[in-house]
């Protein structure tokens, strides 16, 4: 072996240990509104500690169909969705995997849908229109209390 190449070995070992460490962590994502799916991937795609593999879904049923058929992490769901509705969503993705964590997006407050959404087991309710940073950080923080739990 060359010991000029050594180096350049090293880092390229360094390198790829510390891409393999990087968490990956599968989120669906599920609202009506495309504008709120693409700024969810550009959000959480621009972060460079985790590796975000986002699914998304512009509706109530198809959002069913992927959660049965692929396991995520987290679910990020809107209340208001058309057709079968955000709570009665939730309602049934629990009844088929209790522990997955699930964040409510809402564009309207009230101490009710609050209230509403956390009994029927969502782990927060981000508001809309949110940022990059309130996202990321209701992220991050399900998973911290997830490690610390687990």
Do not use: H
Not at 30 to 41: A, F, G, T, V, Y
Not at 123 to 149: C, G, H, R
């Amino acid at each position: 072996m060359n010991r000029n190449r050594v180096p350049e070995l090293l880092y390229l070992l360094n390198s790829w240990l510390t891409l393999s460490m990087q968490r990956q962590i599968k989120i669906l994502a599920i609202d009506s509104k495309e504008i709120i799916l693409k700024s969810i991937r550009k959000a959480l795609n621009s972060d460079e500690k985790t590796e975000y593999i986002i699914t998304t879904s512009g509706t109530s049923i198809e959002g069913l169909k992927l959660i049965r058929n692929d396991i995520y992490d987290l679910v990020l769901l809107d209340l208001a969705m058309p057709g079968i509705n955000g709570i009665e969503v939730l309602k049934r993705i629990k009844k088929f995997n209790y522990d997955i964590p699930i964040v409510m997006l809402s564009g309207y407050s009230s101490k009710s849908s609050y209230s509403d959404v956390i009994s029927n087991g969502a782990e927060n309710l981000l508001l809309k229109p949110f940022t990059t940073a309130e996202l990321k950080s209701v992220v991050s923080n399900i998973f911290k209390a997830d490690k610390s739990t687990g």
